[in-house]
């Protein structure tokens, strides 16, 4: 384990602390609820399943968009998340898997994995499709710098807030805090909670379609809804191209949503949706009308 990062993880979770120093208010939360949306959405279309399974083709110039919306959740570069996560989807609950409970102990598998020695270096070849784009080798290799200047950012503008708003009751020091640490933390252990909880419990409707070994993964519905749809994760590691995640109609995806509106403006394009034949065998509950789209 990396004294360094321990460190760091300590520190961060700690600096939460002083929320009781910079107070609430409504502004505040309204921030932290757009952000905790937003920054959903960055890591589910954008990290995982633009850069991570290339469930649907873009432009250049939106893929840079993707890389900075994904970027703003301080998960890393987008090029070390993919390299990360396809790692996961090769050796799945298998010897090889970064964060499996079923290989490791359940902290390695929740937290532990992020702080060993070599976690925080992408390995390139895992991303060759990508490595050619200098933009996004750039802003993988640089991505604390916009992190840095993001919390700037939140900061100034908290500032500006109070100056001519003070009735509002924010600022600077409240806004970093709601947003740029506990906002921060709630997705990081949102996501750590996909690998480590996900692998763990939950619901394999569609096991007879397993395309990866010895997945264990399980599909949790409050974890589905605070993470824009991830928390479908077997669902997920059974169609693991597929772009749509939440594949009964009572699945709920935010995530495809999203996808959904991206592709009717002619903003992203050839969009993979699972191949389910519709006479397998389903639960009751399967409205066969959304069969037809999947
Ligand atoms: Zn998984
Ligand atoms: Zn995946």
Not at 83 to 97: E, L, P
Not at 234 to 240: A, E, G, I, S, Y
Not at 243 to 248: E, L, P, V
Request: charged letters at 20%; a positive charge; one cysteine or more.
């Amino acid at each position: 384990m990396k004294k360094k990062l321990l460190l760091r993880l300590i520190i961060t979770h700690l600096l939460a602390l002083f929320v009781f120093k910079v107070g609430v208010s409504a502004t505040a939360l309204y921030f932290f609820v757009f952000f905790f949306v937003v920054r959903s959405l960055g890591l589910t279309v954008s990290y995982h399943r633009y850069f991570s399974h290339r469930s649907f083709k873009t432009s250049r110039f939106f893929q840079l968009i993707l890389a900075l919306w994904g970027g703003l959740s301080a998960q890393r570069g987008p090029l070390w998340w993919a390299a990360k996560h396809r790692t996961h989807h090769r050796y799945s609950d298998k010897d090889g898997d970064p964060h499996s409970p079923h290989q490791d102990s359940f902290w390695k598998a929740h937290i532990g994995w992020a702080l060993s020695a070599d976690s925080m270096k992408t390995d390139y070849s895992m991303v060759k499709d990508f490595k050619k784009y200098p933009e996004l080798m750039f802003f993988n290799k640089y991505h604390d710098l916009f992190m840095l200047s993001f919390a700037g950012a939140l900061y100034l503008f908290g500032e500006v807030i109070n100056h001519y708003r003070p009735e509002l009751g924010t600022s600077g020091a409240q806004l970093l805090v709601w947003i740029y640490i506990i906002n921060t933390l709630a997705h990081v252990h949102l996501t750590f909670c996909v690998n480590s909880i996900g692998h763990l419990f939950g619901k394999k409707p569609f096991s007879e379609h397993a395309c990866e070994d010895e997945d264990k993964s399980g599909n949790i519905a409050w974890l589905a809804l605070l993470t824009a749809g991830e928390g479908w994760h077997h669902n997920h590691h059974t169609f693991p191209y597929s772009a749509k995640i939440g594949i009964r109609w009572f699945e709920f995806d935010l995530g495809h949503v999203v996808i959904c509106v991206l592709e009717s403006l002619g903003i992203i394009w050839n969009v993979k949706r699972p191949k389910l034949k519709v006479d397998v065998e389903l639960p009751q509950t399967m409205a066969l009308s959304s069969l037809e789209d999947i």
